[in-house]
């Protein structure tokens, strides 16, 4: 069987480093609709995995593409599909990836935004948010918004690929706006990748991504969470969270679902308030931050709770989360109160 070709992924840049991809399923993000999809699905274009190329696959209207394909334009206009957001956001720039399509891909694209409270089923709604851009084939195009459009916040995406073809995957990074919503005991997530949560650094991700753990839902698999090589050097894991916003945690929930074989014996967690931080400098010092949580221990495919086991601590914007000694976690949740210093 011949194996999938796997896209490269570019290191992001500056204006993405403390953004959210606003247009992951994964969060809510869904396409709506568009002009024509005859031979790639929309929704496939927001797929979070890398898209991939499949040498002699074939549907039964040609060959399959990792991504949204229209037909060739026979008569005026251009191809569009519109995004309904996870959460409405500020919008800092976009990935506009067109890996593993050469003869097909759109020679230029723009975007238009709605705005939030806006009515996308009104032409009238529309702002105009990126000029159209030259493409090339088979490569990442990593596009920061001009300055005009970052300060309003949008739902809903339209992106216009002009004349027609395939894009592999759209990225759309951006901070969510609006107000966490909070639980039963007045306290919201403050690791929410939906309340603006993003991962800063990590010392190991060889099976799964620490981006996993602020994921909302349980995982729905071993591949859905955060899980390292097996270890055979001393000392232990972890990585580096900054918080949705300041504040005060109240309660730690650690979920191991479907890590059965392979859950850390213990984890941990440290704190710290670095608001201005460069978060470059970040992984020497967090070494040194005062423990939220002490180790403590875990159990296989198990949702835990810690409340008593807290160490009373200030005002907190990110966190190390430290798994002793390897191993994986489905979800990470740091149930807290805004706090400012």
């Known amino acids: 069987m011949t ?79 519109i995004v309904q957001l996870a959460v409405p956001g500020r919008l800092a720039g976009v990935d506009l990836d067109t ?7 759109p020679p230029a694209a723009s975007l238009d935004g709605c705005p939030l409270g806006a009515d996308p089923d009104d032409d009238t709604s529309w702002q105009p948010l990126l000029p159209p851009t030259p493409l090339a084939g088979n490569q990442h195009h990593l596009l920061p918004l001009p300055e005009a459009a970052r300060g309003t916040p949008f739902s809903h995406l339209r992106l216009n690929i002009l004349p027609d073809g395939g ?9 969510p706006v609006g107000t966490p919503e909070a639980d039963a005991d007045g306290l919201i997530d403050l690791a929410a990748a939906l309340n603006g949560a993003y991962p800063v650094a990590w010392n190991d991700a060889h099976f799964g991504v ?74 020497a010092q967090s070494q040194f931050w005062p423990t939220v949580l002490p180790e403590v221990a875990l159990e296989a495919d198990h949702e835990h709770r810690f409340t008593t086991q807290l160490v009373a601590h200030g005002p907190i914007t990110h966190v190390r989360f430290n798994l002793h000694p390897d191993g994986g976690v489905s979800r990470l949740r740091l149930w807290g109160t805004q706090a400012s210093a």
Not at 99 to 105: A, D, E, H, I, L
Not at 167 to 175: D, N
Not at 237 to 265: E, M, S
């Open 167 to 175: 894009i592999a995957r759209l990225r759309v990074y951006g901070r």
């Open 99 to 105: 890996s593993f399509f050469t003869g097909n891909y």
């Open 210 to 283: 620490p981006a996993n753990l602020l994921l909302p839902g349980r995982g729905v698999d071993m591949g859905d969470g955060w899980e390292t090589r097996r270890r055979r050097e001393p000392g232990f894991d972890w990585c580096i969270i900054a918080l949705a916003q300041p504040g005060r945690i109240a309660r730690i929930d650690v979920d191991t679902a479907h890590f059965k074989g392979n859950y850390p014996d213990r984890c941990s967690l440290q704190g710290a308030f670095a608001p201005d931080a460069d978060e470059r400098t970040l992984t």
């Open 3 to 81: 194996q999938p070709l796997i896209a490269p992924q570019p290191p992001l840049p500056d204006w993405a480093q403390r953004q959210i991809n606003l247009a992951d399923p994964r969060l809510g993000a869904r396409t709506l609709r568009c002009s024509d999809d005859f031979f790639a699905p929309m929704a496939r274009m927001l797929d979070p995995q890398a898209a991939v190329f499949i040498p002699g696959k074939y549907d039964d209207n040609g060959k399959w593409m990792d991504g949204w394909e229209s037909r060739r334009r026979r008569r005026g206009g251009h191809d569009w599909c």
